[in-house]
Each structure stands twice: as C-alpha cells, then as structure tokens.
C-alpha cells in the first residue's frame, strides 16, 4: 500500500522569509501524481501544486514550488515571501495512476504558522 | 462554477445515535469521494463511487457507516449508530472520470459524538 509522511508536524516561518514542507513517499508504481494541499481554519481544502510523476522538471505556481526527487521518493513543497494569508495545514498526497480516477493517499499534514 | 456543497456544517450527537451528511459534487464530475479526516489526522477515503456504483469501500466500517449515490449525483453518508471515534470532519470530494486528475473539495461537515 501507498504511504504518505510528513516529518513536520508544525513549522513557522516569518513573514516573506522562505519555508520548505518535507514530504516522502513509498509507492511501486511508476505512474503517479503528487500534490500539495493547503487547509486553512475553515476546512477548505484547496489544491497549492500538482507534480506528474513523469515530469522531470519540478513544478511551479507563483511563490510555490516543490522539489520533486523520485529516487528518493521525496517531495517537498517551498514558498517563498510568505504571507500572513500563507497559515493553515499543508498536506501531501499521493494519486496512483495517470488515468481515470484514483484515490488521494495523504500524509498527517504540516500546521504552518506565519510571524509577523 | 459552484463548488462541492455539503451539509450539515456542524452536527453534535449522543452515541449510539444516528446521522446523516449529504453532498452535491460539481456539475459533470462523475466520480465522488468521502473522506473521513480525524483532529489532527490527514483525511482517510471511506468511499468512492463512479457515476452511481461504488469503486471502493474497503476502508468504510460496514457495520455502521452506509453511502448512496442515487442517479450518480448528489450522495449521502450515514451513520448508524454513532460511536465516540466517529468524531472527525467529513469531507466530500468531486473529479472528472478522466483527465486532470485534480480533486476539488468540499468544506467538510464536523460531526462531534457526545
């Protein structure tokens, strides 16, 4: 079975600095997603980034970009400038498969707090 | 475009009472998830259905726990009779049967057991 860890139950960062989520995953497939979701107080879940495990360029959306080793079976999530707006838990998830539809698999989260 | 809605926001029981979460996905996603997300915990899939058929619910307690998807749009999950454990967020997830791959959520019901 797939597996999602996050070995940083909490994180701070202060405003505009630069934070890194660390995130690794055991998986025997070769075709996968991986994401970075943000869960703010409210409960939203909303999707920061998305990785195609077949893409060796890492992806990238505006302050957000991830460091994606599939060897090392690790993916962490970076965000530059952090914003106040940035707090909530961040989870990874994994999605097997690249067509049709597969369950997410994810991790325990990362609670992220942003000092103003 | 509308999100995934869900109702109850908010639902406090005794045990061994029973209760119910309803979820409409977004327009033309034919494939719909619930997850089950305790404090402090990522979420967990109970169950996904395809259109109005169940893919999988290995993870869903049986005993207790009971989803529908008539006519493969809204759904609702039941819970009956409720324990202490079964605390948690309720989160409702919609996607397309192919394609991006990218689930969108709804904002959860948080059921608390008394």
Request: glycine share 6%.
């Amino acid at each position: 079975a797939q597996t999602v860890t996050q070995s940083q139950p909490e994180m701070s960062v202060q405003e505009a600095e630069t934070v890194t989520l660390s995130c690794t995953y055991d998986t025997s497939e070769s075709d996968y997603y991986l994401f970075w979701y943000k869960q703010p107080p409210s409960r939203q879940m909303i999707l920061v980034i998305r990785q195609e495990a077949y893409k060796q360029q890492n992806a990238t959306e505006n302050r957000f970009s991830v460091n994606f080793q599939k060897a090392a079976k690790s993916f962490s999530l970076k965000i530059s400038d952090s914003q106040l707006g940035d707090a909530a838990m961040y989870f990874c998830a994994y999605r097997r498969g690249l067509s049709g539809n597969t369950p997410l698999v994810f991790g325990k989260g990362t609670r992220l707090s942003v000092i103003a | 475009e509308a999100g995934v809605a869900q109702s109850p926001r908010y639902k406090i029981i005794e045990k061994r009472q029973s209760v119910a979460f309803w979820c409409n996905p977004i327009s033309g996603h034919a494939t719909l998830y619930w997850y089950q997300q305790i404090l402090g915990q990522g979420p967990k899939l109970l169950i996904q259905f395809q259109n109005n058929g169940v893919v999988d619910d290995s993870q869903l307690p049986k005993d207790r726990f009971s989803a529908e998807r008539l006519k493969g749009v809204d759904s609702t999950l039941k819970i009956q009779p409720a324990k202490l454990e079964d605390s948690a967020v309720y989160l409702c997830a919609s996607s397309f049967e192919v394609g991006a791959n990218v689930l969108t959520f709804g904002a959860g019901s948080r059921l608390t057991v008394l």
